[in-house]
């Protein structure tokens, strides 16, 4: 028998351990099976196979778990983050390319990640990164901090616009080439005479891939930030392993960030 209040020492043993690696690991395993939709403190829990209270220890509700899991994102991303090549719009529109493939390979991660500002090593390896890139093209500090926002937020709406569906046909499961076809169609149907622009533009509207609007969007976002000054700065030293802006060799690595 044990005291009053106490748990058996036997059972203390056999519980699993919680770590904040382990928890994080659970979380991603829950969102790429299951959803965010189906994500919470039990369903995490049971995944590590203890009850929901032993989470508490490292997370206070299921907003400061969507933070560690925004965070351990991100750090899957890290290792392939595209090489600082000396050409910054290069490398910019490379992050840009690698971080939606990123979000479009992995479930519900955009939801995870839109408007939200983890503080772990995952974002911290990922905005080093990107900073580093930015100081070496000579942006001061408070532009570049601004690329960075307006680079993520660009991104993370584009990849939450192009994960929604077009239309109720579209979430019922039509092809999205013929859901987004019948909108086109039904804007050409317009009266002209009311909405000359609208129905002139109606292929346009609805014609280009997807691909190529992303494109459009980023190399004008790119544009923008060519007319700001900049300060020049000397070339840095690839061979230099003490030089932090030195440019890693390219990876074979699949994964993108």
């Not at 508490?56 to 907003?63: F, G, L, M, P, Q």
């Not at 390979?105 to 390896?125: E, K, N, Q």
Request: no cysteine.
């Amino acid at each position: 028998m044990t005291g009053k209040g106490r748990a058996p020492a036997d059972g203390a043993r056999r519980r699993p351990a919680v770590t904040l690696d382990a928890l994080v690991r659970a979380a991603l395993v829950v969102l790429e099976r299951d959803g965010l939709d189906a994500l919470s403190m039990r369903s995490v829990a049971a995944e590590l196979g203890v009850r929901a209270p032993s989470l508490y220890w490292h997370v206070r509700d299921k907003e400061e778990l969507l933070d560690l899991l925004a965070d351990g994102l991100l750090g899957l991303g890290v290792s392939a983050l595209p090489p600082l090549r000396g050409d910054w719009r290069i490398e910019l529109r490379e992050l840009a390319w690698a971080f939606r493939a990123f979000l479009n390979r992995r479930r519900d991660s955009v939801r995870v990640l839109i408007g939200r500002f983890p503080t772990g090593p995952g974002m911290a390896a990922v905005m080093e990164h990107q900073l580093a890139m930015l100081d070496r093209a000579g942006f001061d500090r408070q532009d570049a901090a601004y690329i960075t926002y307006g680079l993520s937020t660009l991104v993370t709406g584009f990849v939450y616009s192009e994960q929604r569906p077009v239309s109720a046909a579209a979430a019922a499961g039509v092809p999205i080439g013929e859901a987004v076809g019948a909108i086109g169609d039904t804007i050409e149907a317009l009266p002209a005479d009311t909405y000359p622009h609208l129905v002139a533009t109606a292929r346009e509207l609805t014609g280009p891939g997807i691909d190529a609007r992303f494109e459009f969007v980023l190399e004008r976002f790119l544009d923008g930030l060519a007319i700001l000054p900049r300060t020049t700065r000397a070339d840095p030293d690839p061979s230099d392993p003490t030089d932090p802006t030195g440019s890693p060799e390219p990876t074979d690595s699949t994964e993108e960030a």
